[in-house]
């Protein structure tokens, strides 16, 4: 089982930047493609960033390629979302997620308790 931890989030001006951290325990989270989703008020939850095992593999959503980057740090059982370039549509709650499937949308087992991200026009 894969518990997880989100931090990073807060208010930041149009234009600014965050970094999202995502904290698993169990010694299984290298076996796991990590996610990051987003749910903004009023909308469903969307993908944003998704990234292998290995950490080699990489696949962003359309609205967030050039501004966002996601990595892992398999030794230290974190998994980080890089965030340039904020707009105020990118204010959402965002989720990390662990999948036993890399790029299979419907196989997140695992997810976070969510960490607001709010940006200011």
């Known amino acids: 089982q894969v518990q997880l931890v989100e931090s990073g989030g807060g208010l930041v001006q149009a234009g600014g930047s965050l970094r999202l951290s995502c904290a698993a325990s169990?010694?299984?989270?290298?076996?796991?493609?990590m996610g990051w989703f987003r749910q903004a008020p009023g909308k469903e939850r969307e993908f944003v960033a998704t990234?292998?095992?290995?950490?080699?593999?990489?696949y962003y959503a359309d609205s967030v390629k050039g501004r966002f980057t996601i990595s892992r740090d398999n030794a230290k059982n974190t998994v980080d979302l890089q965030i340039n370039n904020l707009k105020p549509e990118d204010t959402a709650v965002y989720y990390c997620?662990?999948?036993?499937?890399?790029?299979?949308?419907?196989?997140?087992?695992?997810w976070g308790q969510g960490t607001q991200v709010t940006v200011s026009s």
């Open positions: 997620a662990a999948s036993p499937r890399f790029r299979d949308s419907t196989a997140y087992e695992y």
């Open positions: 169990g010694r299984t989270f290298r076996y796991y493609a």
């Open positions: 990234i292998s095992w290995s950490g080699g593999i990489t």
